[in-house]
């Protein structure tokens, strides 16, 4: 056995090395936080005055604050301390695949909820989202999950906030109903 293996001078004499965290995960979230204000501030620009003033200052906030993060992990990443790989964002390899279909089940929400309606697409979103996280397990338990959600979601946004989601043929039915 070499000296190392059994806890000699020249291994004590060796500093161990403390892995490097990755910044280019931890900039996702600013990121992703000032590509949504820049759509946010486009959706209100035909709104009222008031309803401008006031998106207009919470996105200044979120921007301000994501810069700051930004400049934070970069000014990090140049000292040495952490590191901008990408192998961070795709490590561990076999979640790439449901990373990918979480994806597309994101994008296929947005486009789909103007004819499905907000608590049909939100149930069938969840619904998808939980048996490719959970590789088809207890479809059950995800089944009955998705529509407490889901109905959850009406019952707060929809009937108890009057938000105005897009309604669909459930929505549409429960207007009659109610």
Known sequence: MTEEALGGANAAAKPLQKPRRSASAE?????????FTIYYF?????????????SFFVGCI???CSVAV?????????RGTMTLDLETLIAPRNFI????ALLALTIGYIFVI?????????FIFLMLAMLVLNEGRHPKLIVALSTVLALG????????FEVRFPAGLFET??????
């Open 27 to 35: 900039m996702i979230i600013p990121v992703a936080g000032i590509v």
């Open 173 to 178: 039915l429960m207007r009659g109903i109610l």
């Open 153 to 160: 979601g009406w019952l707060l946004f929809v009937v108890a």
């Open 62 to 64: 979120l921007i301000l």
């Open 42 to 54: 486009s959706t209100v620009w035909e709104a009222p005055w008031t309803a401008q003033v006031s």
């Open 114 to 122: 103007r004819w499905f309606g907000f608590t049909l697409t939100t």
């Open 70 to 78: 930004i400049v934070r992990l970069a000014l990090a990443a140049r």
């Open 97 to 100: 695949v449901k990373r990918l």
